[in-house]
């Protein structure tokens, strides 16, 4: 078979918790899908390449899936007439950071894919879907979370930051303004905002940004300008002044403040 077409898909149940990754072997891959069909040719081309694949029809089982062994990977497919179809995205994110592939054949318009890449997912694709492809975007999606693994591992002192009486602390996630109050991020937002701290002051490219949130070169890539633009007004405490994150024409953006990066265990006032 040459292509997959994937259908249907529940969502989570409600607090669930998640195991540990299991790192041993070839990459853990979680195929949910409600059409048997689809989940055992996924899972079958998946474990000729080496991968250890296993599947799940719908909310529930894959609930259980997720709290047995955590994989490095979800193949997600976003089912019709459930909501918007994000919510087990949603679900899945609020709870860890599994890199996740969204498989949709319903819609396919650009709004679409970028609302699903900002709430977390790694990858949206179209179908039908080849299966070498599949194969190809899981193994693209999993290096660039080992990369950014391993950076995170090779600069342990620089996980929180200062810069105009914003804070942020990477290892929670935490975003603070001036005022200590939390302010919230979706994943390419939160992306983005790193990629600034650690080249503040410099001219950054659309496509470094792009490269930032993990998100595939086939991706509408206009995406990154819609990022920016919504962290821009999060961050932008003065609507009078230039703001934080300013427009360098013909280059990119550049994130205007000095960046002062805190050691650990740093309390904050």
């Given at each position: 078979?040459?292509?997959?077409?994937?259908?249907?898909?529940?969502?989570?149940?409600?607090?669930?918790?998640?195991?540990?990754?299991?790192?041993?072997?070839?990459?853990?891959?979680?195929?949910?899908?409600?059409?048997?069909?689809?989940?055992?040719?996924?899972?079958?081309?998946?474990?000729?390449?080496?991968?250890?694949?296993?599947?799940?029809?719908?909310?529930?089982?894959?609930?259980?899936?997720?709290?047995?062994?955590?994989?490095?990977?979800?193949?997600?497919?976003?089912?019709?007439?459930?909501?918007?179809?994000?919510?087990?995205?949603?679900?899945?994110?609020?709870?860890s950071n599994i890199?996740?592939?969204?498989?949709?054949?319903?819609?396919?318009?650009?709004?679409?894919?970028?609302?699903?890449?900002?709430?977390?997912?790694?990858?949206?694709?179209?179908?039908?879907?080849?299966?070498?492809?599949?194969?190809?975007?899981?193994?693209?999606?999993?290096?660039?979370?080992?990369?950014?693994?391993?950076?995170?591992?090779?600069?342990?002192?620089?996980?929180?930051?200062?810069?105009?009486?914003?804070q942020l602390d990477?290892?929670?996630?935490?975003?603070?303004?001036?005022?200590?109050?939390?302010?919230?991020?979706?994943?390419?937002?939160?992306?983005?905002?790193?990629?600034?701290?650690?080249?503040?002051?410099?001219?950054?490219?659309?496509?470094?940004?792009?490269?930032?949130?993990?998100v595939h070169e086939?991706?509408?890539?206009?995406?990154?300008?819609?990022?920016?633009?919504?962290?821009?007004?999060?961050?932008?405490?003065?609507?009078?002044?230039?703001?934080?994150?300013?427009?360098?024409?013909?280059?990119?953006?550049?994130?205007?403040?000095?960046?002062?990066?805190?050691?650990?265990?740093?309390?904050?006032?």
């Amino acid at each position: 078979m040459s292509a997959i077409s994937i259908r249907n898909i529940g969502g989570l149940r409600p607090k669930s918790p998640l195991a540990k990754p299991d790192n041993s072997g070839g990459a853990r891959i979680l195929v949910v899908d409600a059409d048997p069909t689809v989940r055992q040719t996924v899972v079958s081309y998946l474990a000729e390449n080496n991968m250890r694949a296993v599947s799940a029809a719908g909310r529930y089982e894959m609930a259980s899936r997720l709290a047995e062994t955590e994989p490095h990977l979800v193949i997600l497919d976003r089912p019709p007439g459930e909501g918007d179809g994000l919510d087990l995205l949603r679900e899945v994110r609020a709870r860890s950071n599994i890199p996740v592939i969204i498989t949709n054949g319903h819609r396919s318009d650009e709004i679409d894919r970028v609302v699903g890449l900002e709430l977390g997912a790694d990858d949206y694709l179209t179908k039908p879907v080849g299966l070498r492809e599949l194969l190809a975007r899981i193994r693209a999606v999993l290096r660039r979370a080992a990369c950014a693994s391993a950076q995170r591992q090779k600069r342990p002192d620089r996980d929180r930051f200062r810069f105009g009486g914003w804070q942020l602390d990477r290892r929670t996630r935490r975003l603070t303004d001036p005022h200590g109050k939390p302010v919230s991020l979706s994943k390419g937002q939160y992306a983005i905002l790193n990629a600034f701290l650690d080249a503040p002051q410099r001219p950054l490219s659309r496509e470094h940004l792009l490269q930032a949130t993990r998100v595939h070169e086939d991706i509408f890539d206009r995406s990154i300008d819609v990022q920016v633009l919504r962290l821009r007004r999060k961050l932008n405490s003065d609507p009078g002044g230039r703001g934080i994150i300013q427009t360098e024409r013909g280059v990119g953006y550049v994130f205007a403040l000095p960046v002062e990066r805190l050691p650990n265990g740093w309390a904050t006032a």
